[in-house]
């Protein structure tokens, strides 16, 4: 098991920026993928940005260019550092590990709300 626990979101207004964190505890494997992902209400969960314990990062498209995704292996710890955020950022961000080899686990946090306020 993988424990995630997500901290940092909050109400912001559009221009501005957030840091969000998430701390992985448990049976951590070294090889394995973190990211961020969120869920605007009556959307799907979507991908913002990923990064590998090896530090291979991958962002989508409406990410690109304003979010930094950054780990810290030591600690188990991924941020997700967001600039220029606008009032479509708004969303239930989620927090997952996956394992990267078999046999493959993914677990996710509890989420943490962000506000971009227009």
């Known amino acids: 098991q993988v424990r995630l626990v997500e901290s940092g979101g909050g109400l912001v207004q559009a221009g501005g920026s957030l840091r969000l964190s998430c701390a992985a505890s448990?049976?951590?494997?070294?090889?394995?993928?973190m990211g961020w992902y969120r869920q605007a209400p009556g959307k799907q969960r979507e991908l913002v940005a990923t990064?590998?314990?090896?530090?291979?990062?991958n962002y989508a498209d409406s990410a690109e260019g304003r979010f930094t995704i950054s780990r810290d292996n030591p600690k188990n710890t991924i941020y997700l550092q967001m600039n220029s955020l606008k009032p479509e950022d708004t969303a239930v961000y989620y927090c997952?590990?996956?394992?990267?080899?078999?046999?493959?686990?993914?677990?996710w946090g509890q989420g943490t709300q962000v506000t971009v306020s227009s």
């Open positions: 990064i590998t314990s090896g530090g291979t990062t």
């Open positions: 448990g049976s951590i494997f070294s090889n394995n993928v």
């Open positions: 997952n590990w996956r394992r990267r080899v078999a046999p493959v686990s993914s677990f």
